[in-house]
């Protein structure tokens, strides 16, 4: 089992920065990749951005350039360093893990809401 906790979330206005952290813990930790969604009312789930355990980073066209994730193996904790913030970037923003058996864990998710 894998648990996630996310944390940094809030309301700031456009422009502003936030930077989200997810620490994972359990009994069975071989992960080989950690991600952050987002999901706004009405819309689908969609990868913000991803890392894998060797660094190779993907991010969403939407935020690249604004966003940088990050990862601390040996903490096994994953962050999302957002900066520019736009108000569609408003959302519940979920932390992703996926262990090397390719199940999946999440978080329990995060308001982001950005203010014009």
């Known amino acids: 089992q894998v648990q996630l906790v996310e944390s940094g979330g809030g309301s700031v206005q456009a422009g502003g920065s936030l930077r989200l952290s997810c620490a994972a813990s359990?009994?069975?930790?071989?992960?080989?990749?950690m991600g952050w969604y987002r999901q706004a009312p009405g819309k689908q789930r969609e990868l913000v951005a991803a890392?894998?355990?060797?660094?190779?980073?993907n991010y969403a066209d939407s935020v690249k350039g604004r966003f940088t994730i990050s990862r601390n193996n040996a903490k096994n904790t994953v962050y999302l360093q957002m900066n520019s913030l736009k108000p569609e970037d408003t959302a519940v923003y979920y932390c992703?893990?996926?262990?090397?058996?390719?199940?999946?864990?999440w978080g329990q998710g995060t308001q982001v809401t950005v203010s014009s």
């Open positions: 992703n893990a996926r262990r090397t058996d390719y199940v999946h864990y």
């Open positions: 359990g009994s069975d930790l071989r992960i080989n990749f």
């Open positions: 890392i894998t355990s060797g660094g190779s980073t």
